[in-house]
């Protein structure tokens, strides 16, 4: 029977913006609304609105798929679950429950996918990803230097900042609901700037921008933290800091010639900013995933801080830092999974480090994720997969991944989905979905999947009634207004009006980075269309790859715009690419949007401090295509 209400839901997508959606189902076809409850959901963006066509897309999975003889074969639940069973209790007869891996990235951010490991937790342990490929090193960074990483309301930008600095931060692409409360800024006379190794709409955008070179974002941070310690930080921030001396001393020591040459910036275009930040004070200082993906990803946001604080970040609201916060916040605690044994190993280095593990994995279970396509260094991906004995992907689409391994999961989409509950690292609004249309095909909702796993291994274990539970528990929450149809609003506090915690500045810089002769880095960005890899039906995806690069650099590889070329890894990988020039960046790097395939056959497998992905520390070289 069709339903013609209109249900409420979210997006699940791993986007700051976590919007609120209105959905209906007429027996035929999806439609999307926003759910303007959410007061950040002004509009659904293309990107969100193409879950109403994914909802009964032919692209989508239907049936679980078995590898037999090479090739994956339809096979029934039961068969499927009963292999995977097999491959599991085997494997942790012979060696124990660390043989087995589950990994899980941004695919849903949903609630219930925290769930999952609970599976582990009655086997008695397991191995997993430390670190994720998005946030980690810079929120490292942060929560070094400040105990936390700091939470800024929406609200104490819109309603207090007259300066907004994106440090990177493409907001007009990846976050684009923040725009109206920029706008709320500029009607008080307040501006809009950005810091950015390239032009972008966001650039274009801001009231000014200024280049800097990749991973050049501390070296300016630390050169203005010098000058206004000279000329007069902001009054108090000795109190609201544990090592003012020793940082003071540090930040005054430095070379200021050496930390301009790092960042790129001109001793004009440092002061002409540190004109800006006195004259539109309080600045929102806003920092882009982008900049932390940096083998000193950390540094590059422990001197953002101190700059922030120095110029009065504890002193009222407005000056802090924005950069992410646990979107998971509210989970009920008790009913998070407690697992005995988790063996931990680098989200971006686990493939290289897969020979010599002891016990070795056995059994790899992926969930939400799509390593062979958003983890760096895929070649490596691809092979780790091949070599473990035993592998699942649960996915609603056949991704790069479920296309390696030897069992794929259909699984529904939150749209088929009921009472589970998508918070957001940027506003303190949660929502709660209900289901719009059936389940596709035979797809199953992963608690269900992990339900009929538990049941055929004998463990007394029902992730369907525990996702209930945390229904329940998120509506009874103390913490939960509710604000209209399915939204609710939490009073979540900002960090930097009401923690009262101490910050430790930075007293060291990083290594300086050696640049690589005759090879270009590679820096790669996420972009409007599409979020992360999810590219399959996104509009107006060129056929290849566009690669932007400086005249300069272009004609040093024999290269002009329009050009077909291959793009090399330094060890290994290669991609077709077509030359785009633009002089807006520097020189000795080069951009491509990232998401598609191949692209991080290019990046290297490295882990930066707090177990992020320095995608941005690969280097590539070109030839004629
Ligand atoms: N070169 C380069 N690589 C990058 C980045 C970069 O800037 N440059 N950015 C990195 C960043 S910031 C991130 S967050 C990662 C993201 O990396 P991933 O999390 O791997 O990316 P996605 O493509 O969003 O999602 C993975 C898969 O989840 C599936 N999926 C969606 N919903 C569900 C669900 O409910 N259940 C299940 N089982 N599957 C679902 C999607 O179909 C998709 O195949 O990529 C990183 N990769
Ligand atoms: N439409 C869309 N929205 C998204 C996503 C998506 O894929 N598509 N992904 C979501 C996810 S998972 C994430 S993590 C966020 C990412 O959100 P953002 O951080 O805004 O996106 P990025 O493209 O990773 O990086 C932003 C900018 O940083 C610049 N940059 C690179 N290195 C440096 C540097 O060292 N210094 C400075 N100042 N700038 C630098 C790049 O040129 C890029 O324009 O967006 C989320 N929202
Ligand atoms: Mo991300």
């Known amino acids: 029977m069709t339903d013609m209400r209109r249900k409420t839901t979210a997006c699940p997508y791993d986007c700051p913006d976590a919007c609120a959606m209105k959905g209906m189902f007429d027996g035929a076809s999806v439609t999307l609304e926003p759910n303007r409850d959410l007061p950040y959901t002004t509009f659904l963006c293309g990107k969100g609105l193409r879950w109403a066509s994914r909802a009964t897309s032919s692209e989508r999975l239907t049936t679980p798929m078995l590898r037999r003889e090479g090739a994956l074969v339809p096979v029934s639940w039961d068969e499927a679950v009963d292999v995977w069973a097999e491959k599991v209790r085997s494997a942790v007869s012979r060696h124990g429950p660390l043989s087995l891996m589950h990994l899980s990235s941004a695919g849903s951010l949903y609630f219930s996918k925290l769930l999952l490991p609970h599976l582990f937790a009655a086997l008695g342990g397991y191995t997993t990803k430390k670190g994720n490929l998005c946030s980690s090193a810079g929120s490292f960074g942060l929560a070094e230097s400040f105990g936390e990483v700091p939470v800024t309301r929406p609200e104490s930008l819109s309603d207090h900042a007259r300066g907004v600095l994106f440090w990177g931060r493409n907001a007009l692409e990846t976050h684009a609901h923040v725009v109206p409360l920029l706008q709320r800024v500029r009607g008080r006379g307040g501006e809009i700037a950005s810091l950015e190794i390239r032009e972008t709409p966001t650039t274009r955008f801001a009231d000014r921008w200024w280049r800097v070179n990749p991973g050049g974002d501390w070296a ?62 309080p600045v929102t200082h806003y920092a882009a995933f982008g900049a932390q993906r940096y083998l ?5 946001f422990r001197w953002i801080g101190a700059l922030a604080v120095l110029l009065g970040a504890f002193s009222g609201p407005g000056a802090g830092l924005a950069f992410s916060k646990d979107e998971m916040a509210l989970f009920p605690f008790a009913l998070l999974p407690k697992v005995a044994y988790v063996r931990r190993l680098p ?18 279970s992926i969930s939400g994720a799509n390593p062979v396509r958003q983890s760096p260094g895929s070649d490596f991906v691809r092979e780790a997969l091949r070599k473990i004995p035993f592998t699942v992907c649960i996915d609603f689409v056949l991704s790069d991944t479920a296309k390696e391994c030897d069992l794929v999961l259909p699984t529904t989409t939150f749209l088929e989905e009921e009472g589970d509950w998508k918070g957001s690292y940027w506003h303190n609004y949660v929502v709660r979905s209900e289901r719009i249309l059936p389940p596709r095909g035979e797809s199953l909702e992963e608690t269900e999947i992990f339900t009929r796993l538990a049941r055929r291994l004998g463990l007394p274990l029902d992730l369907t009634e525990m996702k209930r539970e945390v229904d329940r528990a998120m509506l009874a929450s103390p913490l939960l207004e509710r604000v209209g149809e399915g939204v609710f609003r939490w009073d979540e506090p900002d960090y930097w009006c009401a923690s009262q915690r101490k910050a430790a500045l930075p007293v060291s810089v990083p290594e300086a980075a050696e640049g690589r002769e005759g090879a270009l880095r590679l820096v790669t960005v996420h972009r409007k269309e599409y979020i992360n890899g999810q590219s399959w039906d996104a509009p107006s995806v060129e056929a290849l790859p566009p690669l932007s690069v400086h005249p300069l650099d272009a004609a040093f590889f024999d290269l002009k715009e329009g050009d077909e070329a291959v793009a090399r890894g330094r060890r290994r990988g290669a991609l077709r690419v077509v030359v785009r020039e633009d002089a807006s960046l520097g020189r000795g790097y080069c951009v491509l949007p990232q998401g598609t395939e191949g692209v991080n056959s290019l990046t290297e497998p490295l882990a930066s401090p707090g177990f992020g992905a320095p995608f941005a520390e690969s280097w590539i070289t070109l030839g004629k295509g």
């Open 347 to 364: 989200v971006a280095t686990w493939p290289v480090e897969l020979e010599s593990l002891d016990p070795p994995v056995e059994a790899l």
């Open 296 to 300: 000193h990803g950390d540094a590059q």
């Open 220 to 281: 300016l941070a630390a050169w203005l933290c010098a000058r206004l310690l000279e000329e007069g930080a902001s009054d108090g921030w000795r109190e609201r800091v544990e090592n003012p001396e020793e940082f003071e001393r540090t930040a005054r020591s430095l070379d200021g010639a050496f930390l301009l040459r790092t960042a790129g910036v001109s001793a004009e275009c440092a002061s002409e900013l540190l004109e800006w930040l006195m004259r539109f004070a």
